[in-house]
């Protein structure tokens, strides 16, 4: 879709970037949640899911790459990676419809629950299924297809399992990065990726990298269980700020 970026839009993207890439450094947040939460204050929903796309890609890849161990995970969630897919066109589809209220409805759930969730601090033990990892698979796929927000339910399902803190990373970023390159395809079949857009997600890289560089210099300084606390909040609240703006 045509889209005319001025200083003060690109300024507002930059920052943005840099701020989500900081708490991702951090605290180890997810980028797209935190970043789409923010742009949806200022940009259209179907313009701010494209820009964040190639920053998330290559940040997860970089991550499943470090993690190691790719092809087993692969193996023992194929079907929670496979079943995203139709959810995946179904968000898109959603996305497509034209209106900007259900994705902002959706993505301030979302946030609203992984902000909540980690502040009450409780935990589910859950047993791996093949009819689980499906249905989680289906749901978080739509829910990325109309937000663009990749975390939910899928973190706090594989937290739930007893699984190693490699193979969770391992797990989580190869969900990312497989559902990031589908969501590119689609949203570019949509005609909602432009040459302009494509330009400006790139240049966005330079603050994203600088964004974590920086946060990964905080974390060893600050309190992480603290500082961790006081993002979750900020997520939940701003996730509160969507779900309100969607109903006026």
């Given at each position: 879709?045509?889209?005319?970026?001025?200083?003060?839009?690109?300024?507002?993207?930059?920052?943005?970037?840099?701020?989500?890439?900081?708490?991702?450094?951090?605290?180890?947040?997810?980028?797209?949640?935190?970043?789409?939460?923010?742009?949806?204050?200022?940009?259209?929903?179907?313009?701010?899911?494209?820009?964040?796309?190639?920053?998330?890609?290559?940040?997860?890849?970089?991550?499943?790459?470090?993690?190691?161990?790719?092809?087993?995970?692969?193996?023992?969630?194929?079907?929670?990676?496979?079943?995203?897919?139709?959810?995946?066109?179904?968000?898109?589809?959603?996305?497509?419809?034209?209106?900007?209220?259900?994705?902002?409805?959706?993505?301030?759930?979302?946030?609203?629950?992984?902000?909540?969730?980690?502040?009450?601090?409780?935990?589910?033990?859950?047993?791996?299924?093949?009819?689980?990892?499906?249905?989680?698979?289906?749901?978080?796929?739509?829910?990325?297809?109309?937000?663009?927000?990749?975390?939910?339910?899928?973190?706090?399902?594989?937290?739930?399992?007893?699984?190693?803190?490699?193979?969770?990373?391992?797990?989580?970023?190869?969900?990312?990065?497989?559902?990031?390159?589908?969501?590119?395809?689609?949203?570019?079949?949509?005609?909602?990726?432009?040459?302009?857009?494509?330009?400006?997600?790139?240049?966005?890289?330079?603050?994203?990298?600088?964004?974590?560089?920086?946060?990964?210099?905080?974390?060893?300084?600050?309190?992480?269980?603290?500082?961790?606390?006081?993002?979750?909040?900020?997520?939940g609240l701003l996730g509160a700020g969507l779900v309100i703006r969607a109903f006026l």
């Amino acid at each position: 879709m045509p889209v005319a970026m001025g200083p003060l839009n690109l300024a507002l993207i930059f920052l943005t970037f840099f701020f989500a890439a900081f708490l991702k450094g951090t605290a180890g947040l997810g980028f797209a949640t935190t970043c789409l939460g923010i742009m949806a204050a200022y940009l259209d929903m179907r313009v701010a899911i494209p820009l964040v796309i190639i920053p998330s890609l290559l940040s997860n890849a970089l991550v499943m790459i470090d993690a190691g161990g790719f092809l087993p995970i692969l193996r023992r969630f194929k079907f929670m990676f496979l079943a995203a897919l139709p959810g995946l066109a179904l968000g898109l589809w959603l996305l497509g419809g034209g209106s900007s209220a259900m994705p902002r409805l959706v993505l301030g759930a979302a946030m609203i629950l992984y902000g909540g969730g980690s502040l009450w601090g409780r935990t589910l033990n859950l047993t791996q299924r093949p009819l689980l990892d499906c249905a989680v698979g289906v749901v978080t796929g739509a829910v990325n297809g109309l937000t663009g927000s990749q975390i939910m339910p899928i973190l706090p399902y594989l937290m739930a399992l007893p699984i190693s803190k490699d193979e969770l990373v391992q797990a989580i970023n190869t969900s990312f990065t497989l559902s990031s390159i589908i969501m590119l395809v689609g949203l570019n079949r949509l005609g909602l990726v432009s040459t302009e857009l494509v330009v400006i997600s790139l240049a966005g890289l330079i603050p994203v990298f600088l964004g974590i560089y920086i946060g990964g210099k905080v974390r060893r300084r600050l309190p992480e269980a603290t500082f961790r606390k006081i993002v979750f909040a900020l997520i939940g609240l701003l996730g509160a700020g969507l779900v309100i703006r969607a109903f006026l």
